[in-house]
């Protein structure tokens, strides 16, 4: 029996389960533990891994690159139309919707972890860069960083709705095509070459380098 074929490559798979649980720790250290200190170090780590995956979006695999799932608005709609029809999609990678949804998460996330970096409880917390721009300002940015938080949860609870739609309607398991990196319905004949699908570690870890040179330049500004 021929074994599924590769289609999502290792560091895109950390990425995904490692942002998954940051966003979790994000949410338990502000509202749980009400430690802003704690939680100020998670977002860094968050806005640390966002760019990596915009860096990855342009060397990673070839189903990681922006290249790859970013299509015309038009083909995210026609996918979503495809999906009341009785056939399973077949995209090797992200569908045109799906590549949307990513961008926007990646949006909206980068947006959080951004503006908490120039928040303040005005007790005993200050962000890095609170003190990089006034007050007011300071304070628009932490209504928007309210605000986001809750746009952020209702795109991810729709992101959860739409696996377990594919789930349920379509007989296709999400999930673990990103624990495994194969997609089992798919045929290997029909993708393309192994070598694009999964790139050499030493570019993950140059990205990965970069985002904290990046990330370490952005706070030595306070």
């Known amino acids: 029996m021929n074994k599924a074929p590769l289609v999502w490559d290792l560091p895109t798979r950390i990425f995904h389960w490692a942002l998954a649980l940051l966003i979790f720790l ?3 250290t502000a509202e749980v533990q009400e430690n802003l200190e704690r ?23 070839r189903h990681a690159r922006f290249t790859d799932f ?12 495809e999906l009341r029809g009785p056939g399973q999609p077949h995209d ?12 926007l998460l990646l949006g909206l996330i980068g947006l959080q972890a951004s503006t908490g970096l120039f928040v303040s409880d005005g007790i005993l917390f200050d962000a890095p860069l609170y003190s ?51 997609k089992k319905w798919l045929d290997e004949a029909s993708l393309t070459p ?7 570690l030493w570019r993950a870890l140059l990205c990965a380098a970069l985002a904290v040179g990046i990330v370490r330049g952005i706070l030595a500004l306070g």
């Open 194 to 200: 192994l070598a694009d699908r999964t790139p050499a």
């Open 132 to 182: 990089t721009v006034s007050s007011g300002t300071s304070e628009l940015l932490r209504r928007v960083h309210g605000l986001n938080f809750n746009i952020l949860l209702g795109v991810i609870v729709l992101h959860v709705l739409a696996v377990a739609v594919y789930l349920v309607w379509k007989r296709q398991n999400l999930v673990s095509p990103m624990v495994t990196g194969r």
């Open 26 to 28: 994000a949410w338990f």
């Open 39 to 61: 939680h100020a170090l998670v977002g860094q780590t968050i806005l640390t891994l966002v760019i990596f995956r915009i860096l990855w979006g342009f060397v990673g695999g």
């Open 70 to 81: 970013i299509k015309h608005p038009r083909a995210a709609f026609a996918h979503l139309a």
């Open 92 to 103: 090797a990678g992200h569908n045109a919707a799906g590549g949307w949804m990513v961008v």
